[in-house]
């Protein structure tokens, strides 16, 4: 079965900064797809970013990118420019290529961001 | 805005209760989801349907149930509710959700069921 592992349970920076959020994951499938969700105070779930295993280049969206280690099963997040509305509960999530079912998701990095 | 609506928004009743969840995906999407979000268990998968069709079970429990319907609205019932069962309810949709499909799952804002 696979798993996500978020080993940072808080994390803080100071606006305008960066940070890199981790995650692992464990899988012996080839195929399949990751993902960062963002959990602010409304309890929404946002995508941030998503990346395809079969893709080598990085997924960037604006401010947010990933650093995609296949062969290390890790899946970063970093933040540039650091903004308040960043602070949130940061998920990593696994989707299987095969089995469409469901996302597993790590116990999620909890944001803070200083002024 | 993720176009998945979810009502209601907050819940509150008591154990033994019966509870119905209503989920309306986005325009195109056929599939649902439903995850619970609690603080002991984190975010748990419940249940999948596509077009009408129950496709996958997750962690969820007998009293629990749901449906699709022909508008492709799904709810989700949950019966003889217990003190545990407090949590945030997530309903997702994707466009398939089947194998190979490069789908992403766009989450509704949950509904908040506290049961006293």
């Known amino acids: 079965a696979q798993t996500v592992t978020q080993s940072q349970p808080e994390m803080s920076v100071q606006e305008a900064e960066t940070v890199t959020l981790s995650c692992t994951y464990d899988?012996?499938?080839?195929?399949?797809?990751l993902f960062w969700y963002k959990q602010p105070p409304s309890r929404q779930m946002i995508l941030v970013i998503r990346?395809?295993?079969?893709?080598?280049q990085n997924a960037t969206e604006n401010r947010f990118s990933v650093n995609f280690q296949k062969a290390a099963k890790s899946f970063s997040l970093k933040i540039s420019d650091s903004q308040l509305g960043d602070a949130a509960m940061y998920f990593c999530?696994?989707?299987?290529?095969?089995?469409?079912?469901?996302?597993?998701f790590g116990t999620g990095t909890r944001l803070q961001v200083f002024p | 805005d993720s176009g998945v609506t979810q009502t209601p928004k907050h819940l509150i009743t008591a154990t033994g209760q019966r509870v119905t969840l209503r989920c309306s995906p986005r325009s195109g999407d056929l599939s649902v989801y439903w995850y619970q979000q609690s603080l002991d268990q984190g975010l748990q998968f419940l249940i999948q349907?596509?077009?009408?069709?129950?496709?996958a079970k997750g962690n969820i429990l007998e009293r629990f149930s749901a449906q699709q319907f022909p508008d492709l609205h799904s709810e989700l019932n949950l019966s003889s509710l217990e003190l545990g069962d407090s949590a945030l309810y997530f309903c997702?949709?994707?466009?398939?959700?089947?194998?190979?499909?490069?789908?992403?799952?766009?989450f509704g804002p949950g509904t908040r069921l506290t049961v006293l």
């Open positions: 349907y596509y077009n009408g069709e129950e496709r």
């Open positions: 997702a949709s994707s466009v398939e959700g089947l194998a190979g499909a490069p789908d992403t799952q766009y």
């Open positions: 990346q395809e295993a079969y893709k080598q």
């Open positions: 899988t012996s499938e080839s195929d399949y797809y």
């Open positions: 999530a696994y989707r299987s290529f095969y089995n469409t079912d469901k996302l597993i």
